[in-house]
């Protein structure tokens, strides 16, 4: 299928990231959507995309115009009945709070990725403060 | 020399307990082969230390598959399983434990075992002493708390490496004791530099030899120790296919060969004298199985877990979760299992928040349960530098039930993949469920924001896997004798977990399986004397 055939089924997909990790659609913080978490996850389904999509149309058919805390909560309706789902929150997740968003694209960390900077977390280090100090 | 010669030992697999087997038998003047599918990771070479390059199922550097990782991983067949955390790799999962090293329960061996937990104890100081196994002098912040929690629920504080009744300790580890400098780099810093990383691998200190690897594992031990005799010959890449076996005496096999594929391709027939299964509790009965040897209906049953979970809320202060070795204290509750502190990356706490279940019974003291997305998660995660993670580790029934059997809908380049089927009996929900009550009595007991306190009823994935061979006294209800060697053969062991007869009162099962393998090696050199 074209990239332009897989558009409805990248709809989908980015309603149900933004769902895990809202953005700005519904709270003050940058989230999914903002570092287009959708692609990565999109990356990791691979020739799976079309039928997670059809998968939570056929489970949710009006998923994609529900509104923002709708659409949170037929995601977790979802995890146990759409195949796939518990996967993609995982890679949603993955892609926020790993270190994903501030690689380039040699995966070089760049920059503070966006779940470390919303979590407080200056990311792996070779050492920290000696215990006891 | 090596590879000239039929070997003494052959040992399919050289993970945790191959790598164990291998030093204790050349060690003893055994030339032996070992042979791993997976590679030779070097931490300062191949660890890169972000958590999702390592740990990914799929691509990750700590996967079940081949070390190009542009080729798809080896598959399985689940069924009531929502994964298999298997490493491919000198070391095994060795290399992605965090150091905990307790020993198993008394009461989860006793009785239940070929052999009572004192006659275990010699091997058990013997892993203790080489790896080495201390106790932490200095604790993180995060298990400060964990043990403060303990004493207000009125819990006894434990000494000694016995666990025979409820109480909390220091965790015993297999960790090089934490360096008191700010430089991180080898030879200045030569132990633990507290740097949190050790689910991803250890790589501490920085430019350090393998041998000098904070974190002591199968790998950074018994590997170089092996090595060193000149005896071994390592082979990875090397995926076994069959053991080779004929008619022996009295209605057994024997073991003439493995035949394996190696990492060129080839197929290849390795003879030696005895056969040491050390592929894990998944592999080992499906090499086993796949080879069409004696099976008598218990090979790849009894499977038992941990069936983990977590219970995590926000305490008054920062307690840097990111800090120290990632669990440095423990709470055994035996007949239940084991509670420990945790200390979680941002990324690994929010997938435990996210992506849990609702499989547990009943209510508990927690406002929250189960997968948390959506803003819920998003402020959960911005109050990660105060929140507390307390893992629960659950002591399994044994249910024949449960088990690892050949897949006939999946195979893979080697035969067919092995299929893991697992249901959580309701007892051992039941002491799930007590534990993680206590989990979140302690947290409140702390100051913990009772509206921050989660549950995660974590989905099953299959993390410590035990019990598919297991051995003792009762040829009608055991697979291996009490020196681990298959009933149904003259010369095939088995020193993996797979011999654990039970799931050892929830410890943390490294240590065990690193004494069992000894105890097998030993029994091996006799058979050779």
Known sequence: ?133 | MPGMRKPDVVVIGGGAAGMVVAAETTARGLGTVVLEAGAWLHPQRHFTGDEWDMLQPSEGVFRWGPSDRHAPPWPRERDGVAGVFQIAGVGGSSLGSWGASPRAGVGSIDGRWPMRYRDLVPWYERIEEALPVRIPETLAPKDEAFIEGCRRLGLDHLLGPDVDRIGWRFQPMSVSPLVRTDDVAFPAADGCTACGGCIAGCRSPQNAPLERTAMRTSASVFAPAAYATGLLDLRTGCNAIELVHEAGVDGASRVRAVRYRAADGRIIEQDGEVFVLAAGAIESPRLYLMSGLIDGGLVGRGLTTHAMDLVSGELPADIEPARGVVSMARCDFPNYGAMFSMGLTPMLSALAAATGTSRSHGPGPWATRGALVGTGLKRRMERWPRTLAIGISVDDTVEDANEVRLSTAIRDVHGPAPRVHYRASDETVRRRDWLARRAAEMLLGLGAEPDSVHRADLANIIVHAHGTMRMGRDPSSSVTDGDGRCRATTNLYCADASILPSALGGADPALTVQACASMVADAVAHALA
């Open chain 1, 1 to 133: 299928m074209t990239d332009e055939g897989l558009e409805p089924a990248m709809a989908v997909l980015s309603a149900v990231c933004a769902a895990v990790v809202p953005g700005f659609s519904t709270d003050a913080t940058p989230g999914a959507s903002e570092i287009g978490a959708q692609g990565f996850v999109a990356h990791h389904l691979g020739g799976r995309l079309q039928a997670f999509s059809d998968a939570v149309l056929e489970a949710e058919p009006e998923f994609v115009s529900l509104e923002p805390l709708a659409q949170t909560e037929a995601v977790r309706r979802m995890l146990d009945r759409v195949e796939g789902m518990r996967a993609v929150v995982g890679l949603t997740v993955g892609a926020v709070y790993g270190s994903w968003s501030g690689t380039d694209d040699e995966a070089k960390l760049v920059r503070a990725p966006l779940g470390w900077e919303l979590a407080s977390y200056d990311g792996p280090v070779l050492g920290r403060r000696p215990l006891g100090t």
